[in-house]
């Protein structure tokens, strides 16, 4: 079956920092991966669209600039939490688009100190 | 506006007790509906998923749901309950349309104790 790897699965990082999350669909092309975000005790949310070659969509209250999303190959997707803060603290997910929706990363828990 | 309504915030249960959690969407056009379940420290396991045709659609672990249509409804059902169901469950619809996001409700946390 599909099989979606991310990475890393925790991160701890200071105020003001970068960190990159990798979202990887290791045995199959998706040209469209979703990035959720979830925080304690509440659902997940959708925060962008990334589609292979293009420029990702982002929801409403999402920063694009804060949350940089590059998808340049089929099997490879990155969301990066530019300058975090404290209240980035969350836990990201993706999704890469198929014929099912069975698949999630495991998810990114990141921790901004 | 697109949405995913869940009753219950946490129920909590003895073994042997049946389940049932509520989900409520709104979303125009035909959709796609799934169940979710969350373990404690682990990523979301797809429960089970509505397509078309029988509006009953049994999943994993023994759950099942329901689709009304009339009452945008796809309850989640179980008959018997065990300690290892207590996690977060989360209901999910998207459109048909390919490449569309799943919007999901805020979860139920359902206990069980033995």
């Known amino acids: 079956g599909a099989v979606v790897s991310q990475h890393p699965s925790w991160v701890i990082c200071k105020s003001g920092t970068s960190v990159k999350i990798e979202c990887r669909s290791l045995?199959?092309?998706?040209?469209?991966m979703f990035w959720y975000r979830q925080f304690p005790k509440q659902s997940l949310m959708l925060m962008a669209t990334?589609?292979?070659?293009?420029?990702?969509?982002?929801e409403q209250g999402v920063e694009k600039d804060k949350f940089l999303i590059n998808h340049a190959s089929l099997t490879l997707s990155t969301l990066t939490v530019t300058s975090a803060h404290p209240e980035d603290s969350s836990f990201y997910i993706c999704?890469?688009?198929?014929?099912?929706?069975?698949?999630f990363g495991q998810g990114t828990r990141l921790t901004v100190v | 506006a697109q949405s995913v309504s869940q009753h219950n915030h946490h129920v909590i249960l003895s073994e042997a007790a049946s389940l049932e959690l509520g989900c409520n969407y709104s979303?125009?056009?035909?959709?796609?509906l799934f169940w979710y379940v969350q373990y404690p420290g682990q990523h979301l396991q797809l429960l089970l998923k509505?397509?078309?045709?029988?509006?009953l659609v049994k999943g994993i672990k023994g759950f099942e749901a329901e689709f009304i249509k009339s009452k945008f409804s796809f309850n989640l059902r179980k008959p018997s309950v065990q300690w290892s169901d207590t996690a977060e469950y989360f209901c999910?619809?998207?459109?048909?349309?390919?490449?569309?996001?799943?919007?999901f409700g805020k979860g139920t946390t359902l206990s069980v104790s033995s």
């Open positions: 999704r890469p688009v198929g014929n099912t929706e069975a698949f």
């Open positions: 045995d199959f092309q998706a040209t469209t």
């Open positions: 990334s589609n292979e070659g293009s420029k990702a969509t982002y």
């Open positions: 979303y125009g056009g035909t959709v796609n």
């Open positions: 509505y397509f078309s045709g029988d509006p």
């Open positions: 999910a619809v998207r459109g048909r349309q390919a490449g569309t996001a799943l919007i």
